[in-house]
């Protein structure tokens, strides 16, 4: 599925509400919200809850002391609603305003609490997608505006089991896993809501139905090691297509696994990234940074991009068919910096810039490399939870996409002639 490059200006309104603790962070264009984050079960009972509204982590408070109750034997409901609403006064293939939202369900367990099984968590997660994509319905592009983006189902999302072994130096999750909840994440990118900034647009893009990630997780197994204070390693393996078979209707990957829970095996993905995190904590001599570097590699056959687009029409009686490439593969790296921290802020606080950057073959990819970046503060103008940021995406197109697209301009077809697409938020 390619969509057509076009410009236009999106205007954002977004509401999140927080019922419950909630334990966490589209289509094969879209990518994952950028602010979930890796749940951690029974939390929930730990922390006092003001006796006010705006006081509250969670809208609900301890729900009648259920929510302690439950926290004391290790268990954490979450109830998060994320609704939005966008619109496109210019550009695109037709302007207006859409309403679209969430409302992810997620329960974790911690085991050695419950049942007294030392490093054993549980976590299970669930989405209800509601309402209609911008990018989808009025803009036609591939740096999806909204990271919540996606077809409008009920559906499963994670279901895992996570033991860890020598003292918390090792742990193995194993179950239906999405790999942009640990994978490629930066952390201040984690301010802004194009798709763009969370599952980035290349893999999002280039992967079968955007590999696993939101609102698509599969089956597979995730190691950590953490050899050091400052050093942790993550290896993960999934399954190469989580929208089951790509060789069957209907062509939205999404609406192939409409539940989350329609599993067919195509292929293997693979994913390794290496982290360097410095003057983390309390007592830092510096100011924290934490660096990434990664790789993944897919199994699956890939489509060479000059004929992706049809240009296979204008080849002539004779030509070889299209051509097809064993595997893909992409390098990644990450960088997330604090450059300014004004004297009594919070932890967290201050001035932060990221970086993400990674390439892949044009010879099989639609894009061919993908940079974010941008600076966000925390605490501007004396409001310690308020955060401020400006960031940008680039994502270029394949130099044999874009051939293939001219040859079939030549003989006459109609497609647009694609080069390139940028966000700036």
């Known amino acids: 599925m390619r969509r057509r490059t076009r410009t236009a200006l999106a205007a954002t309104a977004g509401l999140t509400l927080l019922p419950g603790a909630a334990l966490a962070q589209t289509s094969e264009q879209q990518g994952a919200p950028a602010t979930r984050e890796t749940p951690t079960p029974g939390e929930a009972g730990t922390e006092a809850q003001g006796t006010g509204l705006w006081e509250r982590s969670d809208l609900f408070g301890d729900m009648g002391g259920l929510r302690p109750a439950l926290g004391r034997i290790g268990a954490s409901l979450g109830l998060t609603e994320t609704s939005e609403i966008l619109g496109n006064p210019t550009g695109g293939s037709k302007t207006g305003a859409v309403y679209e939202g969430t409302t992810e369900m997620s329960l974790g367990i911690d085991l050695s609490k419950a049942v007294?099984?030392?490093?054993?968590?549980?976590?299970?997660?669930?989405?209800?997608?509601?309402g209609r994509g911008l990018s989808t319905n009025n803009i036609d592009n591939l740096m999806v505006v909204?990271?919540?983006?996606?077809?409008?189902?009920?559906?499963?999302?994670?279901?895992?089991?996570?033991?860890?072994?020598?003292?918390?130096?090792?742990?193995?999750?194993?179950?239906?896993?999405?790999?942009?909840?640990?994978f490629i994440i930066s952390q201040y990118a984690g301010l802004f809501i194009n798709s763009s900034f969370g599952w980035p647009t290349l893999p999002s893009v280039d992967l079968p139905a955007g590999g696993p990630a939101y609102p698509l997780a599969t089956p597979g197994v995730r190691v950590r090691v953490l050899p050091n204070e400052e050093t942790t390693l993550l290896l993960g393996a999934f399954n190469g297509n989580p929208a089951a078979n790509a060789n069957f209707p209907p062509s939205d990957p999404q609406l192939r696994n409409p539940s989350g829970a329609n599993i067919r095996f195509q292929g293997t993905f693979v994913i390794g990234e290496v982290q360097y995190a410095v003057n983390q904590g309390e007592g830092a001599k510096g100011p924290p940074a934490t660096f990434k570097l990664g790789a993944w590699y897919s199994s699956n056959a890939f489509t060479d991009q000059f004929f992706a687009a049809g240009a296979e029409t204008a080849a002539g009686p004779g030509v070889i068919p299209p051509g097809q490439h064993r595997g893909d593969w992409s390098v990644y790296a990450v960088v997330d910096q604090l450059v300014w921290r004004p004297p009594g802020a919070r932890e967290g606080g201050g001035m932060g810039v990221f970086l993400r950057a990674m390439g892949a073959p044009a010879n099989r990819n639609q894009i061919v490399a993908f940079v974010d970046g941008g600076v966000t503060l925390k605490g501007p103008f004396g409001r310690a939870d308020d955060s401020v940021g400006?960031?940008?995406?680039w994502a270029r197109i394949s130099g044999v996409t874009i051939s293939g697209e001219h040859a079939l301009v030549a003989a006459g077809g109609q497609v647009p002639v694609q080069s390139a697409e940028t966000v700036v938020e």
């Open 146 to 182: 909204s990271s919540v983006e996606a077809d409008r189902a009920t559906r499963l999302f994670e279901l895992w089991y996570q033991q860890s072994f020598l003292e918390g130096k090792l742990d193995v999750r194993l179950g239906q896993l999405a790999a942009d909840q640990e």
């Open 390 to 393: 400006l960031g940008f995406g």
């Open 116 to 130: 007294g099984l030392q490093g054993g968590l549980f976590n299970a997660s669930a989405w209800q997608i509601h």
